[in-house]
C-alpha cells in the first residue's frame, strides 16, 4: 500500500511540476518585444550646432495625447539658470562672492564638486573656499587633506544649492511622468508583464544617448509603439530654456534611425518649447582665467 | 480481506493525500524553516561569532558601539600619493559590550567571548584581529544612489568651450597614465574618482564545469571549461571599497555623514554571500590595453560603451554591461570587421558539422574565453555589419 501510495505521489509532483513549467514558459512566451532609440541632442544658435552633452533625457511610455497633462505642465516649467539661482541667494541675504561665481563660470562647473582645488593659492583666491580651507585644516590638520575634503565645510546652499532647487522641481515632473506611462502600461490589456515605461537616460560628450530594452507591445494594425521623448526640466543654453516633448516610434523588428532633437519650432510630432531666462537672473561678467589653476605650484 | 469503500477512501486518505501534502507542504517551505531556524538563533550561544543580526544588537543605534572616527587609514591619489584620513579603524571599546555582556566577560580565565575581536582568548593579551575582519562576508550591503552622483559631477555647460576654457567632464577618464600634453589640463572629477584602476589585485578565472548546448544548427555540443586568462593591472577597474571614497563630500555636513552609518549600510536580513567575483563576458577587454605605438586605444569616455550606467537610481539595478554595438557598430565601433569575420567563420564551420559531425567549430575567441565562446551566438550579434 504505501508501495502505491508514493507511485501516486510521484506521479500527482511530477504533474504539478508539468504544469508549472507550462505556466513559466506561456508567460515567457507572452512577454513583450523590445526596442531601441538611440538620439542625438543639440541646438542650433545663430546657424552654429551646439551638442547638448551631460543632460538628462527621459522616455514616456504613450503619445503626445496621451502625455497631455505632462506635456502642459513641462510647457509651463520656468527655465532656471545658474545665474539665477546665486542671484536669488544675494536677494535673500546670502553672502555670495564674485570670485565663488566666477571659479564656477570659468571652470564650466555646475557645483564645486565637479573638481578639486589643488592647491592653497587657489583656495585663498575664493572666500567661501578660503573660509572651508581653514576650517578644514582645524578639523583635518594637514593641508592635503584640509584640500581633498574642502566641500565638507562649504555652506549647503553652495555646495549643492542649485542641483537641490532643480531636484524639487524635477522630482513633481518625474512622478507626473511616471504615473502618466504607467496609466498607458495599465491600459494594455492582456500584456502582464510589460515594465514601467520610464526611464532615463544622460547624453554623453557627443549629446548622443541610448535608450534601450524599451517594452513595445503595438496597437492593433500597428507594427511600432509611441513612446515620447522630453527632457522634463528646461535645459538652459545661453539665455534661453530648452524643452523638448517628442513622439517616437519604437519598432522592435529593426533599429531605429538615430534621432535628432534640434530646436526647430512647429513640428507637429516634436515640441521644443524656449524660454529665455529673467534679466533679473544677471550677474557681474566673470574675466577668463588668469593661469590654469593646475599649473600652479602643489607644494601644500 | 474484503474491504469497504468507506473503509478504502478512509485509507486513501491517510495513506496517499497525507503523505503527498506532507511532501508539498516539505518541498514548498523546507527552504524557509531552514532558514529561519538559522537566523533565530536555535543553537546555543557560544559568543565566539558576533553578529548585526541579533535582535538586541538591531535595536541599538549604531552610535552606540562604533565611535566615529577612532583612527586614521591611509589612502592613495590618482597619482599614487598617500595621505590619512579620519575614519573608523577600530572594533566598538569594551564598555560598548560589557552591560550586556559582563557574564561572559567574566567567564573563567580565557573567555570565550574575547576571541571575536582578540587574537589570543586572555585577558591579558590587547592584540587585535584587522578590522574589519579581512574575507568575512559582509552583514550590510551598500545603499548608493549612482545616478545623483553622476549627475551632480557630471553636469556641465557647454557655454564656454569654444573658448577654449572647458574640458567635459567623463571626457579621458584616465585609465591610463596621463599623457603628458594633458596633464596642464583642468582635472575634473569623474568616474575615475571612485572606479580607479584595480592595481595591485590580483585576478583568477573562475572554474566552469564542462556542459552541453545546442547551436544553431540544432547540432549539440559540448562546451570545454575554459581556459586561464592572464588579467594586467589596469585590465578591470575598482570598485570603492572603503569609507575614502564617500568621507571625503560626506564626513560632516552633507547627509549622509560619518555618523549617518545607515544613510549608506543596509542590514541584510541574512548574511550576505561574498562577492569576491566579477561577471564579465568579454573577459578579454583590457580598459587599459596598450597598442605597440604607446597609445591607449580604449580612452574614449566610460558612457560611450556603458551606455545604461547613466539610467539607473540604484546599485542593485546598475547595469554596467556594455552591449556589442558600443564595439561593433557601423560608423561608432572600431572591432566591428574582427568580430563580423569571427561569427561568418562559425557559421561555416557549423555547416560544414552538419555534413560532417566530426568536423571542428569556431568559438568566439576575439572577445570571449573559450567557455563564453562556445555557446549560440545571441541574436543581438547577428545584425554586425563590416
Known sequence: MRVLAFIICAALISASALVSISAQDTAASAQPKRGSIKFTAQVEINGKTEKLDRKRFYLVRGSRQQNAQLIKKIAATEPFSQDCYYANLRRNGSQVSDEFVCWLKNNDCESPYCREIKTSAEAEAVPEFAAAYRQSLREYKTPVLALKWLTTNLPANLRAGFYDQQKSVLRELVNLGRVSAQETTRAKKGTASVGEGFQSIMTDRLGNAYFLDIDVVPPENKKTETYLVTNLLPIVFGDTGYSWTCEVEVDPAKPQAPIVLKNEIGKKKCEVVTKKISAACSLPECQAKASKTTAAKTND | MNIGREKLAKLAAVWVFAPCLSLIFLQLFLPIFSVSAASSGDKPKTYKIFSHNVAEHQRQSCASCHQSPNGLSSAKTLDGASYRFPDITDYPVHASCVDCHRQQFFKGARPQICAICHTQVSPRAAGRFAFPVPNQASEFSIKFPHNVHQDIIAE??????????????????????????????????????????????????????????????GIAAAV?????????????????????????????????????????????????????????????????QKTETGTFPHDRECTACHVRITQSASLRSLDPDVPIFACASKGTGCHSDEIRLEIDRRIEDLVKKQANPQSAVQTCSYCHNTYVGSFRVPESHKPIKP
Open chain 2, 156 to 217: 556641465n555647460r557647454t557655454l564656454q568651450r569654444n573658448q577654449g576654457i572647458a574640458v567635459a567632464h567623463y571626457v579621458r577618464v584616465k585609465f591610463n597614465a596621463v599623457a603628458p600634453d594633458e596633464k596642464a589640463k583642468t582635472d575634473y572629477n569623474n568616474c575615475t574618482i571612485c572606479h580607479a584602476p584595480a592595481a595591485g589585485k590580483t585576478f583568477v578565472t573562475a572554474p566552469r564545469q564542462p556542459v552541453e548546448t545546442v547551436l544553431e544548427t
Open chain 2, 224 to 288: 570545454p571549461q575554459h581556459e586561464s586568462i592572464a588579467v594586467a593591472v589596469g585590465h578591470f577597474k575598482n570598485l570603492p571599497s572603503g569609507h575614502e571614497s564617500c568621507f571625503n563630500c560626506h564626513f560632516s555636513q552633507q547627509r549622509p555623514t560619518q555618523i549617518d552609518c545607515a544613510g549608506c549600510h543596509v542590514q541584510n536580513r541574512l548574511a550576505a554571500a561574498p562577492q569576491n567575483f566579477i561577471e564579465r563576458t568579454s573577459l578579454k577587454f583590457n580598459h587599459d
